[in-house]
């Protein structure tokens, strides 16, 4: 079945960096699209980052874009998330999924700013 695995959330100071990852399994990740979601209790999903599925393409949120850098090792089924210059407003978990996204989704991974 498709799964998500995420981790590397943590408590970060603002300006601080981080590095999510997640690995995928029960379909062809090689051959789609990639995508990095937020969601927080009560808020809407949002759409933070998307590869192509070879990696020649990447787009971003208006709102992270800049500080974030989505990438991906197709060998191991892995995408990532760098995460530069942290503001409080990123607060929240991250998901990642296919783009447009499968039906399931992983646990996330909770990314707090704090001082």
């Known amino acids: 079945q498709v799964q998500f695995v995420e981790s590397g959330g943590d408590l970060v100071q603002p300006g601080g960096s981080l590095r999510l990852s997640c690995v995928a399994s029960?379909?062809?990740?090689?051959?789609?699209?990639m995508s990095w979601y937020r969601q927080g209790p009560g808020s809407e999903r949002e759409l933070v980052a998307t590869i192509t599925w070879l990696g020649g393409t990447t787009t971003y949120a208006d709102s992270v874009r800049g500080r974030f850098t989505i990438s991906r090792d197709n060998a191991i089924n892995a995408v990532y998330l760098q995460m530069n210059s942290l503001k409080f407003e990123d607060t929240t978990k991250y998901y990642c999924?296919?783009?447009?996204?499968?039906?399931?989704w992983g646990q996330g991974t909770q990314v707090t700013v704090s001082s």
């Open positions: 029960g379909f062809a990740f090689s051959m789609a699209a």
């Open positions: 999924n296919r783009f447009p996204p499968a039906r399931e």
